[in-house]
């Protein structure tokens, strides 16, 4: 190939280190995940009786019910927030987990506030919103839901997991980073989070550099058709 591109420098520098490729041949350029739709279905209403005023604060995660989601380790951090905290948890996706986390919901005794919700068309209208985002994953390339999220305004917190949430909060400036399958620590960082307001224009702002016009704009550069961005 004459050229290749990687969602984020974590895969960029995979494909370097692991197959051996000129890093000068491969260029980062983010998937395009705001998008002005993205922004309009924000704006509908979910559908959820937790989302009413009044009601507690809403955790929200997103993801296939798979081993790679880390959803067991926020399981558990939840359950050590919610007695120090009154708040509840709400994780959309489906996946072969569902059983095994339906199970783990019932031993941990937190049916009442946390809720398995499955799939849904339209996962930024819960986004918007919810008080906090939380990514738990093990691994990732470049997670879109965590950029979904900071588009909407909600704040947000992930685990330091290869690759993206590092390069997606700038290090850390923009939503705690925590080891990853470390339950104390994400409790503690999700309670930090609910106790404290988020700077929701930063992370409008940031989400921006993974809207659609400027991910095209990049890839035209990228292809001699018009200018490019140097970075993310």
């Known amino acids: 190939a004459d050229g290749i591109v990687a969602v984020s420098e974590g895969v960029r520098r995979d494909l370097v280190q692991h ?25 509908h209403d979910p559908g959820h009786a937790w989302f009413e005023p009044g009601e507690p604060p809403v955790i ?3 993801g296939r019910l798979t081993p790679q989601k880390g959803f067991q380790t926020l ?63 093990a691994w990732e ?14 704040a947000v917190l992930s685990t330091d997991c290869p690759s993206g949430p590092r390069e997606i909060l700038d290090g850390g400036r923009l939503g705690t980073l925590v080891p990853v399958a470390d339950p104390d620590a994400l409790a503690q960082a999700m309670i930090r989070a609910l106790q404290t307001p ?4 930063a992370l409008i702002a940031r989400a921006q550099d993974f809207s659609l016009d400027t991910v095209v704009r990049k890839h ?8 490019s961005r140097s970075s993310i």
């Open 75 to 137: 399981l558990h951090a939840f359950d050590r927030v919610r007695q120090r905290h009154p708040c509840r948890l709400v994780i959309l996706g489906e996946g072969p987990q569902r059983d095994a986390l339906e199970a783990m919901v019932q031993r941990l005794g937190i049916e009442g506030c946390c809720d398995l919700h499955g799939f849904t068309s339209n996962p930024v209208a819960y986004m918007r919103r919810a008080r906090l985002f939380v990514l738990s994953s």
């Open 19 to 43: 197959i051996g490729l000129s890093p000068h041949l491969v260029r980062v350029m983010p998937n395009p995940v705001v998008t002005p739709q993205l922004l309009e279905l924000a704006g």
């Open 198 to 201: 988020p700077d929701s224009a």
């Open 141 to 154: 390339g470049l997670p879109g839901v965590l950029i979904q999220a900071m588009a909407c305004g909600t």
């Open 220 to 227: 035209l550069g990228y292809l001699g058709l018009g200018p």
């Open 60 to 62: 929200l995660a997103a």
